[in-house]
T-cell receptor
Framework: DAGVTQSPTHLIKTRGQQVTLRCSPK?????VSWYQQALGQGPQFIFQ???????QRGNFPDRFSGHQFPNYSSELNVNALLLGDSALYLC???????????FGPGTRLTVT | LAKTTQPISMDSYEGQEVNITCSHN???????ITWYQQFPSQGPRFIIQ???TKVTNEVASLFIPADRKSSTLSLPRVSLSDTAVYYC????????????????FGSGTRLSIRP
């Protein structure tokens, strides 16, 4: 039973560029949440997708957008990258929005 | 949304019992208390969850007093591999977060275990 998977593992982008991160939820899960974790900080909630719609959103600008596909996998898109967007981006899946969250290993994004 | 307060860091030795306390004075009636563990460059891992009294699983125990304004994660006989950051979350979902508000991890407690 595969857990939550994320790709790519690491990514280096230049300021102003756009990036897409991908997440496949744990088998049987239908909800995906995205988090941003800066070095030395706790994960900060970005948004949550359920039934292919954004259901909750944290305090992040519109540069951060997402999508959920019919197979429950999800993408996180960040436009006009800033140096401050450098972080570990975590994906978590759960069942029916309120279930226990299982986290993936994360994607380390570095913006230069 | 109930805010949580934890010690920034704790140190202990192998074989000792470690107790990490989390304060959540504004906990709501429907809120659960959930603890996660995170190793460097990895995603958080669910440890334990409870609503009241005591919950125990194969890795930890969670003690919640009657007023539920705090909780204590107890790690029995810690080893070097228990060195990690531990997060306490409070929310009205069994996943440890609120369905009607933002999901907040906080800065967690950095636990260091020494030989």
């Amino acid at each position: 039973d595969a857990g939550v998977t994320q790709s790519p593992t690491h990514l280096i982008k230049t300021r102003g560029q756009q990036v897409t991160l991908r997440c496949s939820p744990k088998s049987g899960h239908d909800t995906v949440s995205w988090y941003q974790q800066a070095l030395g900080q706790g994960p900060q909630f970005i948004f949550q997708y359920y039934e292919e719609e954004e259901r909750q959103r944290g305090n992040f600008p519109d540069r951060f957008s997402g999508h959920q596909f019919p197979n429950y996998s999800s993408e996180l898109n960040v436009n006009a990258l800033l140096l401050g967007d450098s972080a570990l981006y975590l994906c978590a899946s759960s069942l029916k929005r309120l279930g226990e969250q299982y986290f993936g290993p994360g994607t380390r994004l570095t913006v230069t | 949304l109930a805010k949580t307060t934890q010690p920034i860091s704790m140190d202990s030795y192998e074989g000792q019992e470690v107790n990490i306390t989390c304060s959540h004075n504004n906990i709501a009636t429907n809120d659960y208390i959930t603890w996660y563990q995170q190793f460097p460059s990895q995603g958080p891992r669910f440890i334990i969850q409870g609503y009241k009294t005591k919950v125990t699983n194969e890795v930890a125990s969670l003690f919640i007093p009657a007023d539920r304004k705090s909780s204590t994660l107890s790690l029995p006989r810690v080893s070097l591999s228990d060195t990690a950051v531990y997060y306490c979350l409070v929310g009205d979902g069994p996943g440890g977060y609120s369905s009607a508000s933002k999901i907040i991890f906080g800065s967690g407690t950095r636990l260091s275990i020494r030989p």
